[in-house]
């Protein structure tokens, strides 16, 4: 078994708001990151899928479909976005750093053939990463 | 659905590497420039990973100030700035970093409730980093 990671970036807006909550909660718990109008970050994704080498190509999975799909299924749709608005996946769950590697998993799990996904990681800042393995 | 957050703080200590178990050519020989008496420093990075069930509610394996407050209160506030050598959980064993990594493993281990501790990653330099997940593993 062979793993290989595919690095992309992404900038996009966000905030964190449950309508659940008072405002007061809202402001308690999620702090600055409650301001309605948003705060952006630049993201960066690395996407690890897992498989064996193909004989024939030497390849685990071909880089250039890989980079497709992740374009097709992640960059389009989040990049430069304002997450809690245009992205419906963030219409009714809170676009933490959390949710959107969730999200950028199941965007992903689907629509690789050869190879299997085995990890998203997000990085919301350099400092400030999550990893997603699909796990329930 | 469980997923694995990570954070990394950046703190400045010194240390020196001797150790009373072995003799002053023994200690030169195997520590080499660490040996040097006075010590030296290095600006650690220390890489903390939790995990756990992603809230519902609030999107979070757990809210990151709790992370931030409990790591500057009992790893930063402890190490930052400190000569390691000085410190009591240094009497004994000497301050390399695999010794401070399983340090700072414990303490988040024993005293953080809000997430699982899945690992410490503590960088030396660029170059060396160390990692501790607990014993046997």
Partial sequence: ?136 | MKAHLSRRYLFSASHRLHSDRMSDDENQAIYGKCNNPYGHGHNYIVEVTVSGQVDERTGMVCNLTDLDGFIQQEVLARYDHENLNTLKEFAQDVPTTENLCIQIYEIVQRGFPHAHLERIRLEETMMNSFEYAGEGS
């Fill in chain 1, 1 to 136: 078994m062979v793993y290989l990671t595919r690095k992309a970036e992404f900038s996009a807006s966000h905030y964190y708001h449950n309508p659940e909550f008072s405002a007061e909660e809202n402001r308690r718990i999620f702090g600055k990151c409650n301001n309605p109008n948003g705060h952006g970050h630049n993201y960066t994704l690395e996407v690890t899928v897992k498989g064996e080498i193909d004989p024939r190509s030497g390849f685990v999975v071909d880089l250039k479909e890989l980079k497709e799909i992740m374009h097709r299924e992640v960059l389009d749709a989040m990049d430069h976005r304002f997450l809690n608005k245009e992205v419906p996946e963030f219409l009714h769950r809170i676009p933490t750093t959390e949710n959107i590697a969730i999200a950028i998993w199941q965007r992903l799990a689907a629509k690789l053939a050869a190879a299997k996904l085995h990890r998203v990681r997000v990085y919301e800042t350099p400092d400030l990463f999550v990893d997603f393995y699909g796990e329930a």
